[in-house]
């Protein structure tokens, strides 16, 4: 299956806006063509799970007769999987569902469906207000699309939003929908159970639960035969993944998982996240040093740098916290593990003082990348309910745009250190400019693009990097 990422026109990307989420990006279904009677396609918003889900969704619903279809025009049924975490994402899809009605009015046969994050947060209210929308199914129901979906072609609407403690979708075998072939997901568990207190997540996804081990390890395995590279282990707070066999005999935790997964094969690179500050453990990071194939690269999002905020956050750490399991990552892995962070502006109350905390806690860590956002009040939220949301938003998007220009100095800087120096590059695809050139990305996570030669998609590759731009570094093969 090809890859199929696109960025569609409506989401102007093109300047760094001052929300440049990780995922300002939009995934569409890969078409799947095996001649099913009808076409399916599913656009994805918001994180990586939600593009996980996708995949589980396209299983159940291949299972049912749909094909994929990269092409809305020859759609039966349209999905989007939704994301709440900002207001922006929420917006971007009522404009998308706007432009779908276009396609409603020429071809009314046409099912909508409404999946994932704003389908929980909303449920029957979506109904109400977006008329031309069938179906809404949240993160948990998905295995109850069939009957929901012949329950519209039977004239009704179709609703179940129903949250699960246990429900994993550990049986399913994705529909690997966006892959390269080199580099898959596997969601490892789900829902959150941390509250902070500016966050949608545990009221969208529902309780933290963590997958069958062993159905990890089988998929991971499925993978390797199937060619694949590169996994990465998903899941909002990786550390505090926690199974136990039925009968009590089998106890994994992140460290222990994260082993077994890179002992599946030397040749597939592991990656993971996301990792919370407060649960990351030094046997975690041991565990990385051990193995060669998990690649260097934490992804440990900081929010703010100052500790009166990250208690009105409910972070549950404090800055010294955070300092201290930086050095732990610099003693046990040294300099060469990537850090990355997300971070908020403009939370409720944050003064000048504290916003310079959160530059200067970027100064110290100098991250290898990061995902900045200016705060958006979620309904609901633990924020919504008890802070004031009282900075202006033209000064929370002065102080992001602060952040932001920090850390392109140390994203510059960070490729510039891998200026001179032999870099192991998995290659993923062919570069967005040329075809005679190779992108691919290191251990540590920074894109890496070479002339091609005689080497293709999946091939490791090393790499002499020559020159470096903050996003990308260039070099030829040794
Ligand atoms: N589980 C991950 C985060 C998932 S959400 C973690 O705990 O790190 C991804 C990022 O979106 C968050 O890290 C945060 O930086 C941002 N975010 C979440 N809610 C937000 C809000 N209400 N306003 C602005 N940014 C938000
Ligand atoms: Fe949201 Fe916090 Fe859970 Fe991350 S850990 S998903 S920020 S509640
Ligand atoms: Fe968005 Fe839901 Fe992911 S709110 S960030 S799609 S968990």
Redesign the pocket.
């Known amino acids: 299956m090809s890859q199929a990422l696109l960025t569609l026109d409506f989401l102007d990307k093109a300047a760094p806006t001052p929300e440049a989420t990780?995922s300002g990006e939009v995934r569409v279904s890969a078409a799947t063509r095996t001649g099913r009677q009808r076409k399916l396609y599913i656009e994805s918003y918001g994180?990586q799970m939600n593009f996980s889900d996708s995949e589980i969704v396209s299983s159940i619903l291949f299972n049912e007769g749909f094909d994929t279809t990269d092409d809305l025009a020859s759609a039966d049924l349209v999905l989007l999987n939704t994301c709440s975490?900002?207001e922006k994402a929420e917006q971007t899809v009522r404009m998308r569902l706007s432009q779908i009605n276009s396609h409603k009015k020429r071809n009314p046969g046409l099912l909508v469906g409404v999946l994932g994050c704003m389908a929980e947060r909303l449920k029957s209210k979506f109904l109400e207000e977006e008329k031309i929308v069938d179906l809404v199914v949240g993160p948990d129901a998905y295995r109850d699309l069939p009957q929901l979906i012949s329950q519209v072609d039977g004239g009704q609407k179709g609703v179940n939003v129903l949250l699960s403690r246990e429900e994993t979708y550990a049986d399913i075998t994705p529909v690997r929908l966006n892959s390269n072939g080199v580099s898959a997901f596997i969601s490892i568990m789900r829902g959150?159970d941390?509250m902070?207190s500016?966050?949608?997540?545990p009221f969208t996804r529902g309780r933290e639960r963590s997958r069958d081990a062993h159905s990890i390890l089988r998929e991971a395995a499925d993978l390797v035969a199937a060619g694949y590279k590169e996994v990465t282990l998903l899941g909002?707070?990786v550390d505090s993944y926690k199974w136990a066999s039925a009968d009590g005999t089998e106890h994994v935790n992140f460290a222990q998982l994260l082993e077994k997964v890179a002992l599946v094969s030397p040749e597939l690179r592991v990656r993971f996240s996301?990792s919370?500050p407060k649960d990351i453990t030094d046997e975690v990071l041991h565990t990385m040093a051990r193995y060669d194939n998990i690649c260097k690269f934490i992804h440990l999002?900081a929010?703010s740098g100052n500790s009166r905020v990250l208690a009105l956050m409910n972070r549950t750490y404090d800055r010294p916290w955070y300092e201290d399991r930086v050095r732990a990552i610099r003693r046990i892995l040294g300099e060469d593990c990537a850090i990355s962070s997300?971070?908020?502006s403009g939370f409720c109350t944050e003064t000048e003082e504290e916003h310079q905390d959160t530059l200067s806690l970027m100064e110290f860590v100098r991250y290898d990348m990061a995902?900045m956002?200016?705060?958006?009040?979620?309904p609901g939220?633990l924020?919504a309910r008890k802070l004031t949301d009282d900075i202006p938003l033209e000064v929370k998007k002065r102080r992001l745009q602060e952040i932001i220009d920090l850390q392109q100095l140390h994203s510059g800087e960070r490729n510039q250190r891998g200026v001179g120096r032999v870099h192991q590059v998995l290659v993923e695809n062919f570069s967005k400019r040329s075809k005679e050139h190779l992108s691919g990305r290191n251990s540590q996570n920074q894109v890496v693009i070479f002339p091609k030669q005689n080497f293709k998609k999946g091939d490791y590759v090393n790499v002499l990097v020559h020159s470096a731009s903050a996003s990308t570094m260039l070099g030829e093969a040794v």
Not at 373 to 378: H, M, W
């Open positions: 990780p994180c975490i900002r959150c941390n902070c500016f966050c949608v997540v909002q707070n996301t919370h999002p929010q997300d971070m908020i995902y956002f200016f705060y958006s009040e979620r939220t924020a």
